[in-house]
């Protein structure tokens, strides 16, 4: 069972600790180590200020927290597919893990445009729908999904029927990518038109909170555009070609490691901690 087989997102050729490493190994447990390196504090920084109360607070960050929960096991994927490389008794971990990178990303994101959403366009359903107890029931919703998912792509691992596995979660991305920019328009037609009786200062902190939701989905979308159009397309391409070949999905791969850092730092920068952060991974990896 080889890792293009059982891990069509992580590129990997070789998982046999007896042949050489080529070119692409090199570079994907290169992205793989930088993600874990970098992404693992990063993560873990933003979900203990959450936890501490440093932001808005546990009940407004819940889908951000649990984002980053799903972040860290992304992280862990990163590790144990870099250890996939020299040992390839790792594959089934690594594909189990795979499902929080396939489901988690893009449904908790989804959660939060359509909260954004519910708050300016529908307000009154927003506030109705704004106490803990219900984000908990959506994540706990989303949580069951993710485990459904990681013992989908162990089974899809097991019995190789890797083109259904891909046309699934292509299709999966297309959708989610839809809600978030269904979001955005929607957002962006509510900022165009002023609510009955809005003047002055109270006016410009409505505009101002609508505009604060705007540019979060607009750098979510974008995000997700970097993240999961290039993987659709591929998965599409290759689900029509039948020909899987491992650096179709290198592109995508890099867009997907790079594209995760943006949630963390944008809730960093928006608490004041982003500048702090920085010098204490420059501490520990240059000290």
């Known amino acids: 069972m080889n890792n293009s087989t059982v891990n069509f997102t992580t590129p990997e050729i070789s998982t046999n600790s007896t042949q050489s490493l080529g070119l692409m190994d090199l570079v994907v447990a290169c992205v793989h180590s930088i993600n874990f390196l970098f992404g693992l504090p990063t993560h873990s920084y933003v979900i203990w200020l959450i936890i501490t109360g440093t932001g808005s607070g546990v009940a407004s960050e819940f889908f951000i927290l649990n984002l980053s929960m799903c972040e860290i096991g992304t992280c ?10 020299f040992f ?13 990178i396939l489901t988690g990303r893009p449904l908790f994101q989804s959660l939060i445009c359509v909260e954004r ?70 957002v962006l ?22 505009r604060r939701a705007f540019n979060l989905i607009l750098i979510t ?27 179709y999905w290198l592109p995508g791969f890099v867009c997907y490691v790079l594209a995760g850092f943006v949630q963390p730092v944008l809730y960093l920068h928006r608490t004041g901690k982003l500048s702090l952060l920085i010098i204490r991974l420059a501490i520990v990896f240059f000290h």
């Open 88 to 100: 390839s008794s790792l594959s089934l971990l690594m594909v189990f893990l795979q499902g929080l």
């Open 117 to 186: 959403y519910l708050a300016v366009v529908h307000p009154l359903t927003f506030l109705k729908y704004k106490p803990l107890r219900y984000r908990v029931i959506c994540c706990t919703v989303v949580w069951i999904i993710n485990l459904g998912s990681c013992f989908y792509s162990l089974f899809i691992a097991i019995s190789q029927n890797i083109h259904v596995h891909i046309w699934l979660f292509s299709l999966q991305f297309l959708l989610s990518f839809s809600v978030q920019l269904f979001c955005l328009v929607a």
């Open 221 to 247: 979308t974008v995000t997700m555009a970097f993240i999961y159009v290039p993987f659709a397309i591929t998965g599409f391409y290759i689900v029509r070609t039948q020909q899987n070949n491992p650096e």
């Open 76 to 85: 862990l994927n990163c590790f144990v597919s870099t250890l996939t490389i």
């Open 189 to 210: 037609r509510a900022l165009k038109q002023s609510g009955p009786g809005e003047r002055g200062r109270a006016r410009e902190e409505e505009n101002h909170m609508k």
